[in-house]
């Protein structure tokens, strides 16, 4: 009686939560018989009307799971004769000596939701799809070993918000062995192959108990594997943007293994020929090569990166990273610093995808930044609010929403959370710009101020397209302007820009715009 049985151990077999199951018996027969001169025992077992309630709703399975084993003895012997199991949406069959067993399946994905996913727990994701298996399991006495294929066609995942990810093949080769003495798995090859590109790990170790001495030692190929394709997976679980485009062929070598209590991962073969990302409507950014290098440390018991190194490279880019971070007695020291050479012309289409408008920059500079933070563990917040840094940036020109820019040099200090901007001067449109701010992080959100009145803008040619872009909000004069002239001056009394994503409805500016000689063409509300 499965319904009294499963009542009694729900969290054994992972019964969904608030399911009850009001149906359902288990049966069986075993015969013993002689086949070829050999004593047979045959087996068979049946589920049949397992059924039950989860949200007011019945469920049930729509046939019955049927089992049979055939093992027999004999002078040479015992031998599996055969294996087979039958379910609505999955068939396996087995058969064998007991040093070689040869098996093979298939599933219905869709269907093993559909009949299963009302019972057990699979998963917030819909699937389907058809998938298949055959190999072989090698039975010694202290390694057990399997080789063998599996398929996927037609595979897809849904999420919950209706967003969908396909593959129509993948298929993965592996062989790999179990030492149970060693507590160790050996992993001679596990091949991975999609539309996206292949994934390959040869003649690794994977310790499997914690007094294993076995080392960890994988090495993880990624070949041919083409960013275009691999986006949507990437966007799928939301780590890009739906409308940014990415494009390239990448080959990676990265390295795991365990030193103590730290898990490294490494590589000095990693590159991207002709990356290119692209956001709608602005210039892509390309690079013929990009590679990179990284040494990096995990500390999965304090939950802490605690250490890395890195380094990026292309013909226009080179940046270098150094990362640490400690925790002792309820408190992580993080520090590290980024040095390196842009040259912003490459860089700004790659900017242009993050704010909005077309951004235009050139000039080829250092960048130089470093910091420490000492916080309390258990701060959700207290990296930034006990930050120290220092950061230098420049660029030579830019252009943005009707803005020439000039020469500009920024330099900010951060002081126990308290960041300060250096003031600084540039030429913008033929005129002046001066500014200098401060941000506490010790806040949330932290909010970006002026630490008092000053002229922000002295002698601001306008036109056209900066009346289009900003004018227009200050007054509904500017709005479908044509022909605009003119020469602004902007005393600022006072500014708050939170720096956290309600930036566009909780920014806070106050002052006196002048325009001195403005002409202005025909617009919407001047007809």
């Known amino acids: 009686n499965l ?23 288990a049966t069986g027969t075993i015969n013993t018989v002689t086949e070829a001169g050999r004593a047979t025992l045959v087996a068979k077992a049946e589920v049949a009307g397992l059924a039950g309630v989860v949200d007011q709703e019945k469920v049930s399975l729509s046939a019955p799971v049927q089992t049979t084993l055939r093992l027999s003895t004999g002078e040479q012997g015992a031998r599996l004769e055969g294996l087979t199991v039958n379910a609505p949406f999955a068939t396996v069959t087995a058969s064998g000596d007991f040093q070689q067993i040869q098996y093979q399946g298939q599933a219905d994905l869709s269907r093993l939701q559909a009949e299963l996913g009302p019972f057990v727990n699979l998963g917030t994701y819909e699937l389907a799809g058809q998938v298949t298996t055959k190999g072989q399991v090698s039975l010694e006495e202290d390694v057990t070993s399997v080789a063998g294929t599996l398929s996927a066609q037609q595979l897809v995942l849904t999420a919950a918000d209706g967003n969908s990810i396909a593959e129509p093949q993948a298929n ?25 590109g292949t994934l390959r790990v040869q003649n690794a170790v994977v310790p499997t108990g914690p007094n294993s001495p076995a080392p960890l030692s994988v090495v993880v190929a990624a070949d041919n594997v083409d960013l275009s394709r691999l986006k949507p997976y990437a966007e799928f679980f939301g780590a890009l943007p739906r409308e940014l485009s990415l494009g390239g062929v990448a080959q990676s070598q990265v390295t795991v293994a365990r030193q103590e209590n730290l898990y490294r991962f490494s590589s000095e073969a990693t590159r991207i020929q002709n990356f290119r990302v692209e956001m709608p409507g602005e210039e892509p950014f390309q690079q013929p090569q990009v590679t990179a290098v990284f040494d990096v440390a995990v500390d999965p018991n304090q939950k802490t990166l605690h250490d890395a190194n890195w380094q990026i490279q292309s013909p226009q880019i080179t940046i270098k990273g150094r990362f640490t971070q400690t925790s002792q007695d309820n408190t992580v020291k993080a520090q590290g610093d980024v040095n390196g050479t842009v040259d912003w012309a490459a860089l700004a289409p790659l900017a242009s995808g993050f704010v909005p408008g077309q951004l235009s920059i050139a000039g080829q500079r250092p960048i130089a930044i470093n910091f420490t933070s000492v916080y309390p563990a258990d701060d959700p917040n207290g990296l930034l609010a006990h930050l120290n840094s220092q950061a230098s940036l420049g660029f030579d020109q830019a252009a943005y929403m009707g803005f020439d820019i000039g020469p500009t040099e920024l330099d900010l200090r951060v002081e126990d959370g308290l960041v300060t901007i250096a003031p600084l001067s540039t030429t913008v449109n033929k005129g002046k710009v001066n500014f200098a ?43 479908d302007a044509v022909r605009v002239s003119g020469i602004a001056n902007f005393d600022l009394r006072q500014m708050r820009i939170p720096l956290g994503g309600n930036v566009r409805t909780g920014a806070q500016l106050e002052g006196t715009i002048a325009i001195n000689q403005l002409q202005v063409g025909a617009s919407n509300i001047l007809n």
């Open 3 to 25: 319904a009294a049985v499963l009542s009694q151990m729900p969290n054994t077999i992972g019964v969904r939560p608030g399911m009850e199951i009001t149906g359902g018996r």
């Open 172 to 196: 993965v080769n592996f062989a790999l062995s179990v030492n149970k003495p060693k507590q160790a798995l050996a992993i001679q090859d596990l091949t991975a192959q999609a539309g996206f």
């Open 437 to 479: 701010g401060s941000a506490n992080f010790r806040q949330t959100p932290a909010v970006l101020t002026t630490p008092a009145a000053l002229s922000l803008a002295q002698g601001i040619q306008i036109n056209e397209q900066t009346a289009q872009t900003l004018l227009k909000y200050v007054n509904p004069l500017f709005a």
